[in-house]
T-cell receptor
Framework: GDSVTQMEGPVTLSEEAFLTINCTYT??????LFWYVQYPGEGLQLLLK?????DKGSNKGFEATYRKETTSFHLEKGSVQVSDSAVYFC????????????FGKGTTLSVSS | DAGVIQSPRHEVTEMGQEVTLRCKPI?????LFWYRQTMMRGLELLIY????????DSGMPEDRFSAKMPNASFSTLKIQPSEPRDSAVYFC?????????????FGNGTRLTVT
C-alpha cells in the first residue's frame, strides 16, 4: 500500500543553519504531496504542497520539490529560526477523490539561538 | 472561521470506562477524519467520513472503538471499554471537497490518558 518514510529525528540545529528533512514515498499513480507542521500543544497545519511532478511548494521560507524519479519530497530551508522548532510531517494523498492523507512518522526539529 | 473544535482537550479516565471524544468540523467541510498520534506509531488514520458516511474504518484498532457522524457539524469517537494502551492524542480533521490535493484542517486534539 501507499506509504511515507521520513528521516528519523530529532534534528538539532543552530539558528541560521540550513535545514533538510528527507521524505520518500511509495504510491501507485501520481499522488499529491504535503508537508505539515505541528507546534507544541496544537494540531497539524499545512505548510506546503505539490500536486504533480517537478512542482515546487513553498511557504515561510520552506521549500520542497516533487521528484517523481526519486519518489522524494525533501523539505528545505536556507536559514532556520528558533520559531521553526516543531514537528514536521510529510504526507501523501492518493490520486483518487475522497481519499485520506497518509502521514510519515514526523521529524522533530529543535533550533537553538 | 472558528476552525475544527475538539472536546475535551484532556481526558483522564480509568481502565474499563467509556470515553467519548467530540469534534465539530469547519462549517461547509464535507470530509471528516479521526487520527490517533502516539510516540511509537506516529499519526494513524482511524476512520474518515465523506458527507457523513463512513468511507474507511480499517484503521479502527478493534471493536472497542466506534465513530459516528450524525450530521455535517458533529462527530464522536467512542472507546468502550477503554484500556491503558488507548492513551494517545486523538485528532479530528476536516476538509472541503474530496479532491486529493485539498488540505486537511486539524483540531488541537484530545489528550487521552487511561490509567
Amino acid at each position: 500500500g501507499d506509504s511515507v518514510t521520513q528521516m528519523e529525528g530529532p534534528v538539532t540545529l543552530s539558528e541560521e543553519a540550513f535545514l533538510t528533512i528527507n521524505c520518500t514515498y511509495t504510491a501507485t499513480g501520481y499522488p499529491s504531496l504535503f508537508w505539515y507542521v505541528q507546534y507544541p500543544g496544537e494540531g497539524l497545519q499545512l505548510l506546503l504542497k505539490a500536486t504533480k511532478a517537478d512542482d515546487k511548494g513553498s511557504n515561510k521560507g520552506f521549500e520542497a520539490t516533487y521528484r517523481k524519479e526519486t519518489t522524494s519530497f525533501h523539505l528545505e530551508k536556507g536559514s532556520v529560526q528558533v520559531s521553526d522548532s516543531a514537528v514536521y510531517f510529510c504526507a501523501l494523498s492518493a490520486n483518487q477523490a475522497g481519499t485520506a492523507l497518509i502521514f510519515g512518522k514526523g521529524t522533530t526539529l529543535s533550533v537553538s539561538s | 472561521d472558528a476552525g475544527v473544535i475538539q472536546s475535551p482537550r484532556h481526558e483522564v479516565t480509568e481502565m474499563g470506562q467509556e470515553v467519548t471524544l467530540r469534534c465539530k468540523p469547519i462549517s461547509g467541510h464535507n470530509s471528516l477524519f479521526w487520527y490517533r498520534q502516539t510516540m511509537m506509531r506516529g499519526l494513524e488514520l482511524l476512520i474518515y467520513f465523506n458527507n457523513n458516511v463512513p468511507i474507511d474504518d480499517s484503521g479502527m484498532p478493534e471493536d472497542r472503538f466506534s465513530a459516528k457522524m450524525p450530521n455535517a457539524s458533529f462527530s464522536t469517537l467512542k472507546i468502550q471499554p477503554s484500556e491503558p494502551r488507548d492513551s494517545a492524542v486523538y485528532f479530528c480533521a476536516s476538509r472541503s471537497g474530496t479532491a486529493d490535493n485539498s488540505p486537511l484542517h486539524f483540531g488541537n486534539g484530545t489528550r487521552l490518558t487511561v490509567t
